[in-house]
């Protein structure tokens, strides 16, 4: 830890740089996009036809430690960039231990989805394999395993789904290939190919065959039945596959019988076995394949005979992917280096097409071992005359991870694609090829791993499976420091202890901890049990811990109708600034516990169930589904008398038009609980916040839900109006407790008066998309990482200032505590800005405004860069600036521990990677 202090005019901050936190992200193993669904052969598109915007699907990440991270791509849906791209919505934890090597999407029910859809989490299933024998099949919507099913023939080595989303082909250990259907929802085996003397390493399917249909029996009646009978069969019918095998060959298997048609042998050194790490399919029948040798060979599926092979890699080829369109192919493996091969024209008489596949372009963008290269959008390997047509003027993306922890994105267009203008989605350059363009590197956050406890100075890090807790030491006295000049003390440089550790007995990887202010309470919960710790402290410093046992007994009490199977796990904890409550949101049922712990033992004081309810949609928006609302023209009315399509208004600060309001009769009833039916699909709440005097609770699903509950009346208060996207951070102000700050990924923020129910006038200038946004507004949505958090600076133990956060800021105040109050600080993985709050409530539009805009920038009234203050003075956001912190990297967690202390947990890549074995190095020149 480096205690940093940057001063200006203002405001002095300490920084302490925690690079101690032994926190340890986790490799990729594994990367999969969802794939398409097939056209239909014998109808048309239910769509009209025409340009069709290109939208993102979800990107699941797989990690070394079992987790799977869900990525969302965070512009809108009519955008084709956006700087922040994919963002984790949410994290799902492994079973402990496991990893996850192989991972494969399909569809739920692809004959709902037309063929220019793009699959959402409601549509989609995932299946993972981690080197086990085991094959788990994830629930998207709660986050854990939702079934697993033994392969029968050991472990598995790869996984993959055919086109059609109706198969998955294991690989296994004992030389077979298997079949499992998943036809309707379901997980069954269906049948097992021949065995042969070697391991399964890749595994790919061939492209579909149209199902050719019988004229002649349609035409003998011309009634319906045949019709119908069509429409139960399906469009496309898989012929074959190829496997990669541990014995120095690729072999291709008949479906329909399991048996291996052709074996194709791949190059050996010295008698020694080559390993084939990777196989593909093209539309045409090409197959691909990358071996141990750094060979990328090219094959005639009908043939079964080589066309090309390059030595494009100095070890192991591990990775391969398709671009969208089938005339590009990327390899990366041990040596990192990222090889395109492209489909060029020639004179050549030995080719029939006058195409051939060329190595046109290498990049090393990763710093070791690369295990996963994945595109977007999907290659489906379908014949010439059902192509896809995607999009020319968007660059594809294609993904690469690997052992150093962050999933690296490029756009990937063609040379040939530059003839017209080519949109950069990544906004990383002007430039949209692979071979010029600029990458971009997605850092590896912690989630809810760390944790701070202000009162105790105390810094919490989950693992996997147990916790590691810190105490940040205070700087001595100033008397103490003065014997420095004396030559006898060396300077203060910080310090910290560990004051305790624990390895805990979980059945999956924790998913979330939380440490109460004074530090008296530590709970931690995985998928399926959530625990409580009560900690105290000797004269010496010396931590004892004690579970409280009952629990998970009070929490197993606390859920309705509860079964065997029903998780007693939470995804979300939050203490109470007093540290005498704790709210809880389990896991599976999404309810929310308020426990006292004020007593002898925890007791419960409430449960929601708000966010299992099924709301009300109006057109594209959910309101409020209570029994009754008060619109802005005073009457009141419920859902049946709003037309659809219609959305209720939030009425402004200063306008003439009223909030929505709750009536008493809604306000003052306890049964929240009855008043609308279970949603289908249950929400996870994903994030927890409480104001800091205790009355307010704030809490969201990854379903865009977000409610505010009265803690002191322990009641529901209201539903805020859906976003765009999920809430990635919030928090209440310190200095006005009713005021909520919301952070979305896409690096956009909104404010959100509780006690009035409206959003603040004021608070435009943070919205984008108001023509008075700030320029900070406008910087944020450029930076290329999302926010990760906000935070404010504690108020000053002595200040007795009860102004409002809303109201302006006169020149003559001169307390200094209020301005160091009147700002927040919003971080990401790689950045830390300044957010002044000193707000003038008057319009930013007008004369006086802009004047004064312009007088502020001629006096140089900018914003420190390390966390400094704002010069005095009325201001509004549209004509604050601020600099961009950027040396702290990469930021795993910012908070203040007390006014004028901040603490920067990082974790830089080089420490990370001092962990792994050596990369591969080869030297170039010389022999040495």
């Not at 306008?655 to 306890?670: C, L, V, Y």
Request: charged content about 25%; proline content about 6%.
């Amino acid at each position: 830890m480096f205690p940093d202090k940057r001063k200006d005019s203002s405001v002095a901050l300490a920084v302490h740089r925690c690079r101690f936190v032994d926190y340890a992200p986790s490799a990729i193993t594994a990367l999969a996009f969802p794939p398409l669904p097939l056209p239909s052969v014998k109808r048309k598109s239910r769509k009209a036809s025409g340009k069709q915007p290109l939208r993102y699907g979800t990107l699941a990440i797989g990690h070394a430690n079992g987790n799977i991270d869900l990525c969302e791509w965070a512009g809108s849906e009519q955008g084709t960039q956006c700087s922040q791209a994919w963002v984790i919505r949410k994290t799902m934890p492994g079973p402990y231990p496991s990893k996850v090597d192989s991972m494969a999407f399909v569809i739920r029910h692809p004959d709902d989805l037309d063929t220019d859809d793009v699959p959402s989490i409601s549509d989609l299933r995932l299946f993972s394999s981690g080197g086990g024998s085991e094959l788990l099949e994830w629930n998207l919507e709660r986050s854990c395993v939702k079934r697993t099913i033994s392969s029968q023939g050991g472990a598995i080595w790869c996984v993959a789904a055919n086109p059609a989303s109706t198969f998955l082909a294991l690989g296994c250990e004992d030389g077979t290939v298997r079949l499992l259907s998943v036809v309707n929802d379901t997980l069954t085996h269906y049948r097992r190919f021949d065995r042969v003397k070697c391991r399964m390493l890749s595994i790919a399917w061939g492209p579909p065959v149209p199902r050719q249909t019988q004229p002649n029996s349609r035409a003998v009646d011309g009634s319906s039945d045949s019709d119908s009978d069509d429409e139960d069969e399906d469009d496309w019918n898989d012929s074959w596959l190829v496997t990669g095998c541990s014995d120095s060959s690729l072999r291709k298997w008949d479906i329909r019988s399991g048996r291996a048609l052709e074996r194709m042998a791949v190059d050996k050194i010295r008698g020694e076995r080559t390993l084939v790490w990777t196989v593909a399919v093209l539309g045409d029948g090409t197959i691909i394949s990358g071996d141990s040798l750094g060979h990328v060979k090219f094959w005639d599926s009908r043939t079964c005979t080589q066309l090309h092979s390059f030595q494009a890699h100095n070890a192991d080829v591990l990775a391969l992917s398709i671009n969208p369109e089938g005339k590009a192919v990327y390899t990366s493996g041990v040596d990192q280096k990222t090889v395109q091969f492209s489909l060029v024209r020639t004179n050549s008489s030995t080719s029939s097409t006058g195409l051939r596949w060329a190595q046109s372009t290498s990049r090393r963008m990763h710093s070791h071992d690369v295990r996963a290269l994945v595109s977007w959008p999907p290659y489906t390997p379908l014949p010439p005359n059902y192509k896809r047509i995607y999009p020319l003027d968007v660059a594809p993306i294609l993904a690469s991870g690997g052992l150093d922890m962050s999933v690296v994105l490029s756009p990937a267009a063609l040379p040939e694609s530059t003839i017209t203008k080519v949109i950069n989605p990544l906004a990383t350059s002007t430039e949209a090829t692979f071979g010029d363009a600029y990458h971009r590197r997605m850092a590896y956050t912690t989630g809810n791993s760390i944790h701070i406890s202000r009162n105790r100075r105390l810094v919490l890090c989950l693992r996997e499976a147990g916790l590691t807790v810190w105490r940040i030491l205070k700087k001595p006295a100033e008397d103490e420091e003065a014997d420095e000049s004396d030559g006898g003390v060396e300077p203060w440089s910080g310090g910290w202890e560990k004051v305790l550790e624990m390895d805990l007995n979980v059945t999956s990887n924790l998913a979330v901890g939380e440490i109460s202010e004074d530090g008296r309470w530590l709970a931690v919960s995985d998928m399926y049990e959530a625990k409580l710790f009560s900690l105290h402290t000797d004269d010496q410093g010396q931590f004892s811990v004690k579970r409280v046992k009952d629990f998970p007994v009070l929490i197993h009490s606390s859920i309705p109708n509860i079964t065997s199977i029903t998780s007693l796990g939470a995804v979300a904890l939050r203490f109470t600034p007093d540290s005498s409550k704790l709210v809880l949101s389990t896991a599976q049922t999404s309810y929310i516990l308020i426990f006292d712990l004020t007593g002898d033992k925890p007791r419960l004081i409430r449960r929601f169930e708000h966010h299992r309810l099924k709301e009300t949609v109006i057109g594209d928006r959910v309101v409020k589904s209570l029994k009754q609302m008060k619109l802005p023209n005073g009457t009141l009315t419920n859902g049946k008398d709003v037309h659809e399509g219609e959305d209720v208004e939030m009425g402004d600060a200063e306008g003439d038009e009223s909030p929505i309001e709750e009536t008493s009769e809604a306000e003052d009833s306890d049964d929240d609980d009855d008043k609308n039916p279970i949603a289908d699909i249950i929400p996870t709440v994903l994030r927890i916040t409480i104001s800091p005097d205790g009355q307010w609770l704030a809490t969201s699903d990854d379903q865009r839900h977000t409610h505010i509950f009265n803690l002191d009346s322990i009641s529901h208060h209201s539903l805020l109006p859906t976003f765009p996207l999920p809430v990635s951070s919030f928090i209440f102000s310190p200095i006005n407790p009713n005021i909520l700050f919301l952070a979305f990924p896409d690096n956009t923020l909104q404010v959100y008066d509780v006690e009035a129910r409206q959003f603040p006038v004021w608070s435009k200038d943070l919205s984008l998309s108001s023509p008075s946004a700030s320029p900070i507004a406008k910087r944020l949505a450029g930076l290329h990482d999302s926010i990760l958090g906000i935070c404010f600076p504690p108020p000053a133990p002595m200040s007795t200032s009860t102004s409002s956060l809303l109201t302006a800021t006169s020149k003559k105040e001169s307390g200094a505590e209020a301005d160091k109050s009147r700002y927040a600080l919003l971080w990401g993985a790689n950045w830390l800005l300044k957010l002044p709050l000193g707000l003038s409530t008057t319009g930013s539009n007008s004369k006086t405004s802009k004047k004064r805009r312009r007088a502020q920038a001629q006096q140089g009234g900018e914003l420190d860069a390390h966390g400094g203050g704002v010069a005095p003075g009325e201001e509004s956001l549209a004509s604050a600036s601020s600099k961009l912190v950027t040396h702290y990297r990469p930021i795993l967690h910012v908070d203040f521990l007390s006014d004028g202390e901040l603490v920067v947990v990082e974790r830089p890549l080089v420490d990370v990677l001092s962990t792994l074995p050596p990369a591969y190095f080869k030297h170039k020149y010389g022999t040495s």
